[in-house]
């Protein structure tokens, strides 16, 4: 009677330990799949955040046309404000945030794969203010605009071009 007893115990025991196990291995299945869910969640919201910069920046002070060209409203980036800013990057290290890695303007038409500097600036097509960075990029058309002489008369030069915002993975 007493083995008997036992065993029963003995196979109680190893019913509640299986089921403890499989509750746990459920359980830890269940909190990866919810941790993934957030890392893509996370990694959104920094590309959200990084097309809302996109969209803000060309409105900035610190490429906005302003009232510097005639019929200039939103999205207008001033090249030449954005030059002298390529010119002094290391001044606005961090401003914009770690995670942007970069802020380039690229023509769209005609299309020219050289990037801007003091020497080829205005007949270039890739402006990038930090150079040579590397990342996700969110980006949003714009006008791209800047001061030309013909001759002697001083005129408003625009063209499209996208403003690439480039950003660090969260993950």
């Keep these: 009677m007493v083995k008997r007893g036992q065993l029963k115990i003995q196979q109680m025991a190893f019913v509640l330990i299986a089921l403890t196990l499989f509750f746990a291995f459920a359980g830890l299945f269940l909190l990866s799949f919810a941790l993934s869910g957030i890392r893509e969640s996370s990694t959104r919201i920094g590309e959200e955040g990084a097309f809302l910069l996109v969209t803000r920046l060309a409105n900035s002070p610190e490429f906005s046309c302003g009232d510097s060209f005639d019929n200039?409203?939103?999205n207008c980036v001033d090249g030449d404000k954005v030059m002298m800013l390529k010119e002094n990057s290391e001044k606005y290290e961090g401003f914009?945030?770690?995670e942007i890695l970069n802020i380039e303007i690229v023509k769209i038409y005609p299309r020219d794969?050289?990037?801007c500097n003091q020497g080829n600036?205005?007949?270039?097509?890739?402006?990038s203010v930090f150079p040579?960075?590397?990342g996700f990029y969110k980006e949003n058309?714009?006008?791209?605009?800047k001061k030309t002489s013909?001759?002697?008369?001083?005129?408003d030069k625009c063209e499209i071009a996208?403003?690439?915002v480039g950003y660090r993975s969260v993950q």
């Design 72 to 74: 200039s409203g939103s």
């Design 96 to 98: 914009w945030g770690d």
């Design 113 to 115: 794969d050289t990037l």
């Design 121 to 127: 600036y205005p007949n270039c097509g890739i402006l």
């Design 132 to 134: 040579e960075r590397k």
């Design 141 to 145: 058309f714009v006008s791209f605009c």
């Design 150 to 155: 013909s001759g002697e008369k001083m005129y």
């Design 162 to 164: 996208k403003l690439r």
